[in-house]
Structure formats: C-alpha cells, structure tokens
C-alpha cells in the first residue's frame, strides 16, 4: 500500500502451510501475483498432506 515490494513466504511445518509476512504489513496484490499465491499454497498445501501420512 506503501508502493513498497514486500515478500510473503511459504512453507510447511510439521505437516501444516505457514505464511509468513512482514510484521504490521498489507500485501496488496496484482492478479498475475494472486496467482503465483494460489499456486505455492497449493503445492505447499500438496506437500503438507503427502508428510503428515
């Protein structure tokens, strides 16, 4: 919102998806950037349920 570039992570732990973002910050997203989100929740998403069997 600040017209700054900021990172969202993702990863999984201990068979469950975190996101990680900076503290006290909005992410504002372009579509093409919602996109890439969806796309590394799914894997994550993917990964946490294929390590937890």
Known sequence: MAGRRRELTVFVKQGSVVIVAPPGE????????????RAALREAAIYAAVTTE
Do not use: S
């Open 26 to 37: 909005a992410a504002v997203l372009e579509p093409l950037e919602v996109g890439r989100l």
